[in-house]
């Protein structure tokens, strides 16, 4: 009986295999990382920015990309300081633009930092199909990828299409978020994209003046979650003012303030 419910099993993972895309990789990136959440508003695009960042600042030898994958709100232009359009290679490739040492591509680079982006569903599948495969990357070891929030058509193409090494779910303490932080990585799990662990993000705030700490969206909402899912908790980030500040002015807080407990 166990055999034969094992070879129904098998028959029929292979029978929906059929349907998916064959996972291609990225030419020239070695691993992929994507930074995910449920939920928008909860800080992925700053801590993308910085994992970026911070696994270029550990080691010197690694060469690492940013790829900006919210077509409708695309913040990583702002949060690196880069503007102006990509330039094209002799084989029409998009060449990524560079600071700190980081190469990135955004649908920011494309249009109009005011303009917003109207587009339905099969015009943004198609962006992010150019942002994937059309972007002359030059040999990276680590491609970080800035999902945009939800469950939908971007996060299950981005999965299908290439291999990715794993997944990190940022997400705040709030029970809201935390719905939507479990959706998330239940969706990697479906997909069979390994999940690295779970990012507290704005944790705890600390009063500048007084030093009191107040748990603002709630404490230890993420760690809950995680045990519940069997999950590592990778990181947990104070709700501060220059993490914030840094992004804003494209300088993050990992290059700008490396010494800093935030």
Known sequence: SGSRDEALRDKRARLLSRGLPKLKPIEGVKQVVVLASGKGGVGKSTTAV???LALAANDSTKEVGLLDADVYGPSIPK???LKGNPELTPKNLMRPLKNYGI????MGFLVEETAPVVWRGLMVMSAI???????????LDYLVIDMPPGTGDVQLSVSQNIPIAGAVIISTPQDV???DARKGAEMFRK??????????NM??????????ETHIFGADGVRDLA???GLDILGDIPLHVNIRETCDSGQPVVISQPQSDA
């Open 177 to 179: 978020a935390l719905l």
């Open 227 to 229: 045990k519940t899912l």
């Open 203 to 212: 944790s705890v705030f600390q009063c500048p003046k007084c030093k009191h």
């Open 103 to 106: 190469a990135c591509m955004s």
């Open 191 to 200: 997909v069979h994209v390994p999940v690295l662990g779970l990012v507290q």
């Open 79 to 81: 949060m690196m300081n």
């Open 129 to 139: 199909e150019k942002l994937l495969r059309q972007v002359d990357w030059g040999q």
């Open 50 to 52: 910085n994992i970026a």
